[in-house]
């Protein structure tokens, strides 16, 4: 690796680094030299975006999702030069391939790249660790070598979920989830999330005619957007949201739809302010919403496209797959099958089941305590802390981590959980990642001064 120095090492080419990298580069004055460090083989993909099931949709409109807020029909405007598989144009209310979204990303770094020769440089690897250095910082990489720079961005997204043990498997992304399933086999899915619903419906579409259960504490599942965007949505926070504790807030929510609102209308209506509202709880708050009103949120806030939702009911009717609400108390993992030991609410007594195989759906880890290397590092150095509930780094409202290095180290995306919460879909990302690549370039511009 090279000696030279880079101005900004972003850390992780998912969808955060991607897009920081890309505000970076339109924002960019001659010379910049930003270093794009990404695991996989290209950025732009991370977990959501890199799958290439068709079935696997984008949770909201392409209007959402665009990389400009200036410019809101930029997906829109990407989609219109593609077709789905029938051959029909994309309408611009519709909820495409995740996959897609994966290609746009890529694109538009690349376009923003090439029309800014030699100040990114792509580089496939691992950071393991970070260190101060005269001048700003030095990671180092798995491979054994070095990469030197004065500001670093902890993009890394969300941790990788527990591995595989036997016919039990931990990760639902990876490849080996479902190789070898056999078309009949009984399945057990832990949660009943989007990933649930992402995974029923590849199985699906596999073929899959066994059947599945699908198994929560709550046994929620998403709910669907409406076919097109509600007529007369909310674009200004309601103003009863904006004060009082959370008990209040829910009162008036509860209230207001009572009342005739539309209830996604509203969620629409906070979308933009949710990190605000989260920043004006205090801890006390943030841990009762995290112990009682997160899944309910979390079901109401992130929603399924309606064609998915219609499959699942599908495969709920057809008796395919079965919404169970249980707690799992022991795990007893085979090479062929695994022995699940369950309770049902109230209840004490065990149930015990044998499945063919369990698939852990309930998401990406989102704690820095889940075991990935860097993160383990940073904390054994004293380089970066936990946040207080134990969601992520600790991070101030600039998103710096907390710690030695906080004038040098900062980060976006799920890493910064903690501190806006409301950070693992686009928009907030795009928000907050605008802000940091402004705030980046200030300091460098500020120290050449």
């Known amino acids: 690796m090279t000696n030279s120095i880079h101005d900004i090492a972003v850390i992780g080419g998912g969808a955060s680094g991607t897009l920081l990298s890309i505000q970076l580069l339109r924002r960019a004055t001659p010379g910049l030299r930003i270093a794009l460090i990404e695991r996989g083989p290209s950025p732009g993909r991370g977990i959501a975006y890199a799958q290439s099931n068709g079935d696997n949709l984008l949770n909201t409109r392409p209007g959402d ?41 890529a694109e538009q770094l690349a376009a923003d790249a090439q029309a800014r020769p030699g100040m990114l440089t792509l580089l496939q690897g691992e950071v393991i660790d970070i260190a101060r250095s005269t001048g700003g910082l030095t990671l180092a990489l798995a491979d054994g070598g070095t990469l030197r720079c004065r500001l670093a961005v902890l993009a890394t997204g969300h941790a990788p979920p527990s591995g595989r043990d036997g016919a039990f498997h931990g990760d639902p992304w990876s490849p080996d989830a479902l190789a070898g399933l056999a078309p009949d086999e009984r399945l057990l899915i832990i949660g009943t999330g989007l990933t649930m619903a992402d995974l029923a419906t590849t199985l699906d579409a596999r073929g899959h005619r066994g059947r599945i259960v699908a198994m929560s504490r709550r046994g929620l599942l998403p709910r669907s957007h409406p076919a097109l965007p509600p007529a007369g949505a909310h674009h200004d926070m309601p103003e009863a949201f904006t004060r009082g504790e959370l008990s209040a807030r829910l009162k008036a929510f509860r209230r207001m739809v009572r009342g005739g609102e539309s209830w996604s209308g509203l969620m629409h209506a906070t979308r933009a302010h949710n990190a605000e509202l989260w920043h004006e709880l205090s801890e006390a708050q943030r841990r009762r919403f995290l112990r009682h009103l997160r899944p309910w949120w979390d079901v109401h806030r992130h929603r399924l496209p309606p064609q998915v939702a219609e499959r699942i009911a599908g495969l709920r009717e057809a008796g395919r797959l079965e919404i169970r609400r249980g707690r799992i108390a022991e795990i007893t993992p085979a090479p062929d099958h695994v022995d699940v030991a369950w309770s049902a609410p109230g209840t004490a007594e065990i149930t015990c089941e044998r499945f063919d195989r369990v698939i852990d759906c309930r998401g990406p880890r989102t704690d820095p305590d889940s075991g990935a290397r860097l993160a383990r590092a940073l904390r054994d150095s004293g380089l970066a802390g936990v946040d207080p509930l134990g969601l992520s780094f600790a991070t101030d409202d600039a998103d710096r981590v907390s710690g030695p290095a906080a004038d040098r180290l900062f980060a976006l995306g799920p890493p910064t959980r903690g501190r806006h919460w409301e950070i693992t879909a686009m928009p907030d990302i795009r928000r907050r990642g605008t802000a940091l690549a402004e705030r980046l370039l200030g300091l460098l511009a500020a120290d050449e001064r």
Not at 72 to 85: S, Y
Not at 87 to 104: I, S, T
């Open 65 to 105: 999702v665009t990389l400009h807020s200036d410019q809101p029909d930029h997906f829109a405007r990407w989609l219109a030069g593609r077709a789905d598989d029938d051959g029909k144009p994309y309408a611009a209310h519709a909820f495409v391939p995740r996959r897609l979204y994966g290609d746009y990303l």
